[in-house]
T-cell receptor, first 114, second 112 residues
């Protein structure tokens, strides 16, 4: 039982390049999320999904796109990377635990944009 | 959604109980109190949650005041591995369909 797996773990991009971060979960969770965390800061929600084929914007969605074609996968895309998108990206999925919404996080993907 | 207020940082001696407070004076009746922690650069880890009653699990205890306006996370015997940022979040339950929003949390330093 792997939980939430993120790939890649590290990536360096040049400004203007594109890339996709993959998040996979094996817990049959309906909800999935992408957060970013800048140095010394808290987590900020980028986009989230409440089920296969659905996505919604979070606090900081600009510059990112997402897709949830399969229930177990949630992809985060950067079409034209900018230095301001240098950050650690965390994916999470959630399921009900005694009525509450409990998140399980991945280990993170560290992205540097030069 | 109710906002939470936590101290920026706290210290605790190893082996002692760590008591982390959280104020959520505007909490509504259907909102849960969630606690997560993040150990240096790792993904956040779920600790415990509660609605009205006090809760205990293998990691910690959660004490919620009767009026639900504040709560305390208790780590009964803190170890150096408990050094982390602790997040208190107030949010509706699973059926409410709203994502958790993380603030800045409390940086707990456990000192030998």
């Amino acid at each position: 039982n792997a939980g939430v797996t993120q790939t890649p773990k590290f990536r360096v991009l040049k400004t203007g390049q594109s890339m996709t971060l993959l998040c996979a979960q094996d817990m049959n969770h309906e909800y999935m999320y992408w957060y970013r965390q800048d140095p010394g800061m808290g987590l900020r929600l980028i986009h989230y999904s409440v089920g296969e084929g659905t996505t919604a914007k979070g606090e900081v969605p600009d510059g990112y796109n997402v897709s949830r074609l399969k229930k177990q996968n949630f992809l985060l895309g950067l079409e034209s990377a900018a230095p301001s998108q240098t950050s650690v990206y965390f994916c999470a999925s959630s399921g009900p635990v005694r009525g509450a919404n409990v998140l399980t996080f991945g280990a993170g993907s560290r992205l540097t944009v030069l | 959604d109710a906002k939470t207020t936590q101290p920026t940082s706290m210290d605790c001696a190893e082996g002692r109980a760590a008591n982390l407070p959280c104020n959520h004076s505007t909490i509504s009746g259907n909102e849960y109190v969630y606690w997560y922690r993040q150990i240096h650069s790792q993904g956040p880890q779920y600790i415990i949650h509660g609605l009205k009653n006090n809760e205990t699990n293998e990691m910690a205890s959660l004490i919620i005041t009767e009026d639900r306006k504040s709560s305390t996370l208790i780590l009964p015997h803190a170890t150096l591995r408990d050094t982390a940022v602790y997040y208190c979040i107030v949010r509706v339950g699973y059926s409410g369909n709203t994502p958790l929003v993380f603030g800045k949390g409390t940086r707990l330093s456990v000192i030998a």
